[in-house]
């Protein structure tokens, strides 16, 4: 236990207190502030929405307030100082067409007012939902205006064309994905990248033989894993610190600007926030994706590395665990963007994309608890057979300098971890 | 005491160590010999604990040999095995700890190996920076940094000049004198002969000279005469049991079957002029060695 001990602290030391790692993550820092402030930055620059595209709003005004149309447009577009932003048309309750609506490319929105000023029903087709509130909220204003005695809110109903999909929906899948996606990618990456570069250089130096003459192959090889998971604890619990650093800068900087900002576009975080009220039980499960993930490969990693015999070799060994990382990261940044959210969903529970696909899939909805706790069931599951079969293998492979063909060279480590009958190895 | 017994060992279906036994009592020196693919690497392996024998088995001090013994235990392997990247101080804190030292002691003993090796000021270098000599001499204190009881060196001395060598030479002696067991392997037999008391020499796996020295030496009947003076070679190569004749700048060596043939020999020599030496003395571990091994390929 000493020794273990001893190893894990040793090998996390060897990352940790590196120049390396300070550097990384000034850069990791940097990224974080950048990209959670996006929208400030944005902002700033006079990105976002073009203010001189117009919106063409059609008017059904069935009360008795014939001025309503103008009003209500003189009050739209009063922000704007003259300029008229959102475009007025009145049309007759007889002349509206929905089907026709979806297909005019030239009208936005269509606003049907009913019944009475004192207690209308308002109807809102829209083809831009995230004004739906403005406009409401303008319209209400402007009923208000008219200082009606009897005045009840009006009842909005918001109609949406029969093929829409929710943009914010859409946006919060890919905030999550770009989130998410990016960081466990980079932290598997580099928690394999540091196991089997560990493991090869002593190996590859000949140094193995002195250490496995100390200390057990078992013991060196669960030292390296709980040495790498513990560096990505670390890096991932730094990551989050460096988001809420991000997150405060932000709203510190949104408090003190002279630009004054629309609401919820501060910071991504507080965006997020917005849409997922349950963020802690997220926040639990990714965290335990990424352990038990970045395990999983840990352990591959391993044995390959124990397999290798020089620093080349293991590129060699390595490049199938790299080409799997990459195809889960594609796979869980393009699903989204061509709508593949089924196919997204179905990867998650295939243990090698799990690590990855699954926390975006559960943060994004995609998976309910109950489906996350089943994709977190088998990864581990996945884990524990891993680990029972590289363990023996480790021990064959790591002192051994066969430089057989890759495909030899692991059946034979494979036949010799597990003989035919016990006898075989004794023979 | 370590006690080897009746090891075996299988790779497949070659035989890499068969049948093999010899016994290390405290404070001697064991040397174990043979050419490349002999098995000697791989009885280190077993003697270390690294490989389980097929058959037989190794044991110290009565137990056999594991992780609760090896910190008695010094192992330096035939090739480098060195961490290069780091400084001479880090790797011997590393290794040390591994044998369970307390990071003052590894630190005291290493200043001391490094003043006696004369390399104190790499203690902060890389190893990477240090000539190979220099890294056999790190190696070598990696290996007896715990002051082991049993030290386990195999090719202690290759690509060492000699005073470096008579500088290990030193040191294992010492650990001899304190009582420590020694097994090591060289090519270099002069060095053999001149330190270890017990050996073995391996030839595919088996062993084919065993026992004490001066024992082996007698039951090689085989004898050099060394001559200095005017002699004959032809007359000298025709004696019944002389079977060649070396003639070197200062000396005439004349190798013969017994001791009966050192008479024959010697009633020539008493004949010729101006003899300055006449010198009857055992083949050497080199001849020796030589002639089993040969005799072994021809075997085959």
């Known amino acids: 236990m000493k020794k273990f001990k001893f190893l894990v602290k040793y090998g996390l030391k060897k990352r940790v207190w590196r120049k390396a790692f300070l550097i990384s993550n000034i850069i990791i820092a940097l990224l974080m502030i950048i990209i959670i402030n996006i929208p400030s930055i944005i902002s700033l620059f006079g990105g976002g929405e073009d203010p001189n595209e117009q919106v063409t709003i059609n008017l059904i005004n069935e009360t008795t307030q014939t001025e309503l149309l103008s009003d209500y447009s003189d009050l739209m577009n009063e922000p704007f100082s003259g300029a008229e932003y959102f475009v007025f048309t009145p049309i007759a309750l007889a002349e509206f067409d929905v089907d026709g609506f979806w297909e005019d490319a030239n009208s936005d929105i269509t606003i049907e007012i009913m019944g009475s000023v004192e207690t209308p029903i308002i109807t809102i087709y829209s083809k831009i939902p995230e004004l739906d509130s403005f406009l409401s909220s303008q319209l209400e204003l402007q009923l208000i205006n008219y200082q009606i005695v009897n005045y009840q809110s009006p009842v909005f109903e918001n109609v949406y064309a029969p093929d829409y999909e929710d943009p914010e929906q859409e946006a919060f899948i890919s905030s999550m994905t770009s989130m998410l996606v990016l960081p466990m990618f980079i932290l598997i990456v580099m928690a394999t990248q540091f196991v089997g570069v560990d493991i090869i250089e002593e190996k590859s130096t000949k140094a193995i033989e002195t250490i496995i003459a100390s200390v057990p192959a078992k013991t060196h090889f669960i030292s390296k894993i709980t040495a790498s998971i513990l560096f990505v604890i670390i890096q991932g619990v730094l990551t989050i610190v460096y988001a809420g650093i991000a997150s405060l800068i932000g709203k510190a900087f949104s408090a003190s600007s002279a630009v004054t900002l629309p609401t919820g576009t501060t910071s991504l975080l507080s965006y997020l926030r917005d849409f997922v009220p349950n963020w802690e039980i997220v926040l639990i499960f990714a965290l335990l994706f990424m352990i038990v993930g970045t395990l999983f490969y840990l352990v591959v990693a391993a044995l390959f590395a124990s397999m290798a015999v020089t620093q080349e070799d293991y590129q060699h060994f390595q490049s199938p665990l790299m080409l799997t990382l990459l195809a889960a990261f594609y796979i869980g940044i393009f699903a989204p963007i061509v709508g593949g959210y089924g196919f997204m969903k179905v990867m998650a529970f295939v243990p090698i994309f799990t690590p990855i696909l699954a926390p975006i899939a559960f943060a994004s909805g995609l998976l309910t608890v109950f489906e996350a706790i089943i994709c977190l069931v088998v990864i581990i599951v996945f884990l524990i057979i891993s680990l029972y079969l590289v363990a023996p293998v480790y021990k064959v492979a790591i002192l051994s300098y066969d430089q057989t063909k890759i495909i030899t060279r692991v059946k034979n480590y494979f036949r010799k971890a597990f003989p035919k009958n016990g006898k075989e190895a004794k023979k | ?300």
Not at chain 2, 204 to 221: F, M, N, P
Not at chain 2, 256 to 276: H, P, Q, S, W
């Open chain 2, 1 to 300: 005491m370590l006690e080897v017994k009746n090891a075996r060992m299988l790779y497949g279906d070659l035989v890499a160590v068969d049948h093999l036994s010899f016994n290390i009592e405290p404070g001697e020196i064991f040397g174990l010999l043979g050419t490349n693919g002999a098995g000697k690497t791989t009885t280190f392996r077993m003697i270390m604990g690294l490989l389980e024998p097929t058959d037989g088995e190794v044991l110290y001090n009565g137990n056999k040999v594991g992780y609760h013994n090896v910190n008695e235990i010094g192992y330096m392997i035939e090739e480098r095995s060195l961490l290069t990247k780091i400084s001479v101080k880090d790797l011997m804190l590393y290794f040390g700890q591994l044998k369970d030292m307390e990071p003052k002691v590894i630190l005291e003993r290493l200043d001391y190996w490094l003043k006696r090796f004369d390399i104190l000021d790499y203690k902060n270098k890389k190893i990477k920076e240090l000539s190979k000599g220099n890294q056999q001499k790190i190696q070598f204190i990696s290996a007896i940094i715990n002051n082991p009881k049993l030290l386990v060196l195999d090719e202690p001395f290759s690509g060492l000049d000699p005073i470096n060598m008579e500088l290990f030479v030193e040191v294992i002696r010492d650990f001899q004198k304190k009582g420590s067991m020694v097994v090591f392997s060289s090519h270099q037999l002069d060095h053999v002969e001149s330190f270890c008391e017990k050996l073995i020499v391996l030839e595919k796996g088996k062993a084919i000279i065993e026992g004490r020295i001066d024992k082996v030496k007698k039951d090689y009947k085989k004898l050099n005469v060394r001559i200095v003076g005017d002699v004959d070679v032809d007359t000298l190569n025709a004696i019944p049991g002389v079977y060649k004749v070396i003639v070197n700048s200062n000396e005439v060596i004349a190798k013969i079957e017994n001791e009966d043939v050192a008479g024959l020999v010697f009633d020539y020599i008493r004949t010729c002029k101006n003899i300055m030496k006449y010198d009857v003395e055992q083949a050497t571990l080199s001849e020796i060695f030589i002639a089993k091994v040969g005799q072994s390929h021809e075997e085959v």
